[in-house]
């Protein structure tokens, strides 16, 4: 039995049907309610109770209304999601048993929407006699197959996201070899299924909100950020630098640089003409503030250096010459270094085994380069001894505060260094060097 209410009810309007249900127009609501079942007032004749509230049932006009607009913000987020996920292509066709599709028809190899590894056959004229040849869809592009029955009821149980693989292959019929990234169920013959191909991440979103993180250009937020780590993550946050020189900043309110982190493991913490000065037992000090505490704790620190445009050459252990060093290990992980001599700040060259390490004492290597020296190796001096190979030459014990990943030094490169924070051990006046320690030169 069917029955169309009348649609230019008023208040209070009354109508009973032949089952004896008798309903009440309720004009502030706009809609009917059930006012009586069967006369009775508490029972129908199916044997029912009446509910203790009035049942609310929705006009053909108010119905209308809200499915409209619902459709409104189905379509709208369709099209925020094709901002984000531009559409390729998109058809619909009638699911059949075998490869040879017809136009119109469409198959999956493996008669599944679970396999791995699949195969497509789409025919290039789609359900409504529309061409669609797919040539848009490139390896790296995803495909999504529904089932267009179950997306009008609003269920899911029979679906595929694919990834294609290899190009889209075939005239009249194209053949498109895909990987499973989710699906669930299978596709059934005679189905008429959605087909719509889709890519992320390849164009630039640049008319959204602050909300949003573009993929060009620079992208500025509002707010605080959190980020919080995966259960099991070994990390929750992580930067992969390109080539240039700075991997992380922070920027005060006026745009300038107040901390960065380089891509050689630098740490820079204010501008060079006014460096952050550490106040605090919990402040990170600067280059800047260390050498102003050496400079006060120990009066007249010392530095040596391997000399103004001087090559240092990298050797075996050995007795050494002046413009030679070895390590206890090619590695930047080594602990210590053997030296004859360097330079002062006088401009002399001095056997560095007539200088003792202090707790400000440090060092650092570069590979030698009179435009661009690249940093190998930076440690604390721990102390300085005569060495084993001669009784000239100096054995540094390093404490290792940084070395370039992965660095290996070699015997084909030439280096410089500097020691800071050392002072003036035992005199070398009485002291008689052998001429083979000079090398070629001799002082």
Known sequence: MSYSFPKDAKEGDVVTLENGVAYQFDEAKDCWLVKDVAGSGSSSDWGFPLPEEQVEYATLEHSDGRDNALQLQIDELEQEIDIIAPRLEAAQYKYVAAPSVKPGEMHIASGSFTRADDMVFFNDTALDGTTHAWGSLHVGDYLEITDTQEKNTRTAENYAMYLVTVEPEGEGMKQIQVSLVKGVGAPAVDDILDAKGFEIGSNDINDLDERYVKTGGESETTGSIVIKSAEGSSHNFGLHSQDNSTAFWIK???????FSVQNDGRLIAGPENSPFIATKANHITTKSYVDSQIQSSSGSPR?????????YKYVALKSLDQ???ALNSSASSANTMYLFKAWNQDGYS??????????DSYIEIWEYDTSNPTPVLRAGVKKIEQSG???????????????KPSYTFSTYRYYSFVIR?????ASSASIDIPDDKFGEEKE
């Open 252 to 258: 005060n309110k006026a745009n300038n640089y107040i």
């Open 303 to 311: 530095l040596l250096h391997s000399g103004w445009d001087i090559k």
């Open 323 to 325: 413009k030679e060093f």
């Open 350 to 359: 001095v056997r560095v085994l007539d200088y003792q390490a202090t707790q």
């Open 389 to 403: 190979y001669s009784q000239h030459d100096s054995k540094i014990t390093l404490e290792r505060i940084w070395g």
């Open 421 to 425: 924070g050392l002072s003036v051990g």
